[in-house]
């Protein structure tokens, strides 16, 4: 079955306090990027990556940083997470940027 | 960047309704407008999309149309149904790199 996974789905954690969010899909797709969702925002692009070992910043980048070294996988890493940081997170996987994009089920992250 | 507005950011509407939701964009080289459909507690899911060189398209109920010229582009949802309840959200997309969204627009479909 096609799809994209995201792990954990909920976490709670405090000030500081390194964590990644881990992202995998089996579409094979070139494109993967990361969003958060808040209330009245939408869903805002963190990073994004066309291929592997390349990544750029989209519009929230600060206090957020990424890899990917596998076409497969696309790990979030907070290094030092602060409470605004609480959000919905939201991977996603496409052929392109100008394709559909395939989100996981999403990140539930509180950070007290 | 691109700016990406979205209005309204809320809209109910009578069963069998239409509901028009609208969204402006700001970067002239954009080339593809998405929308995408949020059922509460799910992942967004696209429902229908556009292309630049496409002034319009549709999918049964649903349609999009893109103006170029204004740089605006609208979902038209027909004959609406509860199932459609949800949160929609427009994007454009800066050539094959960023994709924007619009801060999205809960839609209530009343019986």
């Known amino acids: 079955e096609a799809q994209v996974t995201q792990n954990p789905r909920y976490l709670i954690t405090v000030t500081g306090k390194k964590l990644t969010v881990t992202c995998s899909q089996n579409?094979?797709?070139?494109?993967m990027s990361w969003y958060r969702q808040d209330p009245g925002l939408g869903l805002r692009q963190i990073y994004y990556?066309?291929?592997?070992?390349?990544?750029d910043k989209g519009d929230v980048p600060e206090g957020y940083k990424v890899s990917r070294k596998e076409k497969r996988n696309f790990p979030l890493i907070l290094e030092s997470p602060s409470p605004n940081q609480t959000s919905l997170y939201f991977c996603?996987?496409?052929?392109?940027?100008?394709?559909?994009?395939?989100f996981g089920p999403g990140t539930r992250l509180t950070v007290l | 960047g691109e700016n990406v507005e979205q209005h309204p950011s809320t809209l109910s509407v009578q069963e069998g309704d239409s509901a028009v939701i609208k969204c402006t964009y700001s970067?002239?080289?954009?080339?593809?407008f998405p929308w995408y459909k949020q059922e509460l507690g799910k992942r967004p899911q696209l429902i229908i999309d556009?292309?630049?060189?496409?002034g319009e398209k549709k999918d049964q109920r649903i349609a999009v149309t893109l103006n170029k010229t204004a740089k605006h582009f609208s979902l038209h949802i027909t004959e609406t149904q509860p199932e459609d309840s949800a949160v929609y959200f427009c994007?454009?997309?800066?050539?094959?790199?960023?994709?924007?969204f619009g801060a999205g627009t809960t839609v209530t479909v009343r019986a």
């Open positions: 996603a996987s496409s052929l392109g940027a100008a394709d559909t994009q395939y």
């Open positions: 579409m094979n797709h070139e494109y």
């Open positions: 990556s066309m291929n592997v070992e390349v990544t």
């Open positions: 970067d002239s080289a954009s080339n593809y």
């Open positions: 556009i292309r630049s060189n496409v």
């Open positions: 994007a454009a997309s800066e050539g094959d790199y960023k994709l924007s």
